[in-house]
């Protein structure tokens, strides 16, 4: 009988940690997982998916390098998926330190840790499309330079290049994910994506309120976050340590997505929603369009569902 491997998933309290701890308990791993604070954090998130009790965590400061090297040392872990750090873009431009510290300090320290150990430990980084800026209508792929516009972008860009680094210089098994959009119900409505599915159900069950939005022309790639975390499991089963842009190919507005809702909820979306100029972001992206051919290529994966299955997918959980 094989030994099952482990796997220590830092951030394990987001969307995308609980999925992934979900999807690797189902491939018979041992599962860590970090928060700053593990004593203090709720887990909702593994409690919904009904495997908090499956989950072994443990208190970790990404930022602090003594904090890190002793849970990777106490853990062991074959693989480590660091999708801690703050995630919010429109965040990133009220604490900017915060945002450059956890998620580019913090990326440092997991690939120094490993680079310290000296250990065959496989990490895979979340990256981000917020890293290419705007594409404009040319879609990204693994070659398109970086032209970040958000404190967040910056840091996401400054992650991404640590862990080329590593890689090259240290023969690290280092990979980053540059992930598109993905949503699912597990997503805060701190994100707007939620936040239209929220607000639009709440109308459709008889309140009186109106949405709020910023700036809805912006086009984004949004997929589905169950579906993305097989492909960060599958970039730490290649032979070969690699990056890979990981999106469904296909971009629509911001007014697309609630246009849909609405009319999946059968309301006229012109009705209810209203454009908030402090609302507006700093400096925003237009454009977000993705090549995906890659990770088909290389890892086999393909995004099973588009826009509008995300959207009835989370109307469907929320009502
Ligand atoms: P979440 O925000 O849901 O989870 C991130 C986790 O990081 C949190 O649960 C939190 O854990 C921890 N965290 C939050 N703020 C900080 C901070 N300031 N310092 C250290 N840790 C912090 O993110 P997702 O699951 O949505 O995303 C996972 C990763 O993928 C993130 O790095 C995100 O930036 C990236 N990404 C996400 C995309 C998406 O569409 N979802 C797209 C592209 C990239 P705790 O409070 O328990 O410590």
Not at 105 to 118: A, H, K, M, P, Y
Not at 150 to 175: D, H, I, M, T
Not at 243 to 269: K, M, P, R
Request: with cysteine.
């Amino acid at each position: 009988m094989t030994q099952s491997k482990t796997a220590l998933i830092c951030g394990i309290s987001g969307q995308d940690g609980a999925y992934l701890a979900k999807l690797l308990f189902q491939k018979d791993y041992i599962v860590w997982g970090t928060s700053r604070d593990a004593q203090m954090s709720s887990f909702r998130n593994l409690h919904i998916l009904g495997i908090k009790e499956q989950v072994k965590l443990i208190s970790m400061a990404l930022t602090d390098f003594r904090s890190v090297l002793q849970v990777i040392t106490k853990v062991e872990p074959d693989e480590i998926y660091n999708l801690a750090g703050q995630s919010s873009v429109g965040l990133s431009f009220e604490q900017p330190v915060e945002t450059l510290e956890s998620i580019a300090i913090g990326t440092l320290n997991l690939l120094e840790s490993v680079r310290f150990l000296d250990k065959p430990i496989k990490i895979y980084s979340a990256g981000s499309s917020e890293c290419f800026g705007d594409t404009g209508n040319y879609p990204a792929d693994e070659t398109t330079p970086f032209r970040p516009r958000s404190p967040y972008a910056v840091a996401k860009s400054a992650a991404f290049w640590q862990v080329a680094n590593y890689r090259e210089a240290y023969g690290l098994f280092a990979c980053s994910g540059i992930l598109f959009n993905h949503e699912s119900p597990l997503r805060p409505e701190r994100f707007v994506t939620q936040k239209i599915i929220s607000t639009a159900c709440r109308i459709a069950q008889g309140s009186q309120e109106k949405l709020y939005l910023g700036n809805t022309n912006i086009h984004r790639d949004w997929g589905w976050a169950e579906e993305y975390v097989e492909a960060m499991y599958l970039m730490l089963q290649q032979n070969q340590a690699d990056d890979y842009i990981i999106a469904t190919g296909e971009t629509c507005s911001l007014q697309d997505f609630v246009q849909y809702t609405f009319e999946f909820l059968d309301l006229n979306w012109e009705e209810y929603v209203i454009v908030d100029e402090s609302l507006f972001r700093p400096t925003d992206l237009t454009f977000g369009k993705a090549n995906p051919s890659k990770a088909k290529n290389q890892l086999g994966w393909k995004a099973k569902y588009k826009v509008k299955d995300v959207v009835k997918m989370m109307i469907e959980a929320k009502l």
